[in-house]
């Protein structure tokens, strides 16, 4: 089945991005010429999706004043509101009434580079007939990200942030992922976890645990979590870098 939805979770405040999040949502915050969450949108029109889900949190308005229907990206933009921020499974599961089909989440503060790699991740999807597909990387921070133990192309478990002698794997989570609509069942199971959020980690955990089809992506290229002021001026850095070439 072709994937042509996708869902960008942007409900989080960005605190740590403060003072400039008390002003505009940290989504919008600009790398080069565009703020982030434009670089993800064209990705995932790039990789052939036609219509974007956006969770946003009440009152977040600055997100549909930038992007507005989607018409100028050429792609089809809806928008859902995550009424409590209870972790980033409750923001995919916000999407739920809409989505009906296979379907790719990206988070909307994330800056990669080569755009390309979201359709890779797609094709493996279809291709391994998988139930949920996780891109990854080697990461230098496992405390960061939800880090993999991986068997071959699947994924044994799955930890939120471990400490640095507990992570299975330097194999972390890049916030880009492929779902069947099977994930919301399993994020309905899914109790609160770290920092008493329903994380998405941990879902995927309930995935693993029922016998789901569970594969990882290895991406390659340069990937931030724009996360921090120190984040965003190395996206900035790095995009200034090469905006000739191939992102």
Do not use: C
Not at 33 to 43: C, G, L
Not at 77 to 86: C, L, T
Request: net charge negative.
């Amino acid at each position: 089945m072709l994937v042509k939805t996708g869902l960008i979770p942007a409900a989080g405040s960005g605190t740590r991005l403060g003072p400039f999040t008390n002003a505009i949502p940290k989504e919008l915050l600009p790398v080069g010429e565009m703020a982030i969450i434009e670089h993800v949108v064209r990705a995932m029109k790039l990789a052939g999706i036609e219509h974007i889900v956006i969770v946003v949190s009440p009152h977040k308005h600055g997100l549909s004043d930038y992007l507005g229907s989607g018409k100028k990206f050429g792609i089809n933009i809806s928008y859902v509101v995550q009424e409590e921020r209870k972790g980033l499974a409750d923001a995919v599961l916000a999407g739920e009434h809409i989505i009906k089909e296979d379907f790719i989440v990206v988070l909307g503060d994330n800056f990669f580079a080569p755009k390309t790699f979201l359709k890779d991740l797609i094709s493996f999807h279809i291709e391994s007939s998988a139930d949920t597909v996780v891109g990854v990387a080697d990461v230098a921070d496992v405390t960061r990200h939800g880090i993999i133990n991986p068997d071959g192309d699947r994924i044994l478990d799955m930890v939120e942030k471990p400490a640095v002698e507990e992570a299975k794997s330097s194999l972390g989570a890049l916030g880009a992922y492929v779902f069947t609509p099977e994930i919301f069942d399993a994020i309905r199971n899914t109790k609160p976890g770290y920092k008493g959020e329903l994380q998405l980690t941990d879902s995927i955990m309930t995935q693993i645990v029922r016998g789901k089809k569970v594969y990882y992506k290895k991406i390659d290229g340069i990937h931030i979590d724009v996360g921090t002021p120190r984040d965003l001026m190395r996206a900035n850095e790095w995009y200034l870098e090469h905006r000739n070439g191939d992102i």
